[in-house]
């Protein structure tokens, strides 16, 4: 079994930066990947960053140039550092796990950009 936790959502003003983060624990193996998706009211879930077991990183077009996605040093922490933040960006991020030929989801962090 693996478990995904996310932490650091919240509200932020527009233009302003919010950093989310990812635990992974239990049997999460040496050999994965872990990604960022966000599901806005009424959207599809959609892919906003990846990254791979080797660090190679991938950004949606919306993220590119905004949004870093980084693993901590013990590689089974994912982070989202968010810059530049849209109203559009308002969403639920949930963190995605990718080994063993399995794919594992967080809860889920909510994020809003409002003024």
């Known amino acids: 079994q693996v478990q995904l936790v996310e932490s650091g959502g919240g509200l932020v003003q527009p233009g302003g930066s919010l950093r989310i983060s990812c635990a992974a624990s239990g049997s999460v193996g040496s050999v994965y990947d872990m990604a960022w998706y966000r599901q806005a009211p009424g959207q599809q879930r959609e892919l906003v960053a990846k990254?791979?077991?080797?660090?190679?990183?991938l950004y949606d077009n919306s993220a590119y140039g905004r949004f870093t996605i980084s693993r901590g040093a013990a590689q089974n922490t994912v982070y989202l550092q968010m810059n530049s933040l849209k109203p559009e960006d308002t969403a639920v991020y949930y963190c995605k796990l990718t080994g063993g030929g399995n794919d594992y989801w967080g809860q889920g962090t909510q994020v809003t950009v409002s003024s």
């Open positions: 990254i791979t077991n080797t660090g190679t990183t």
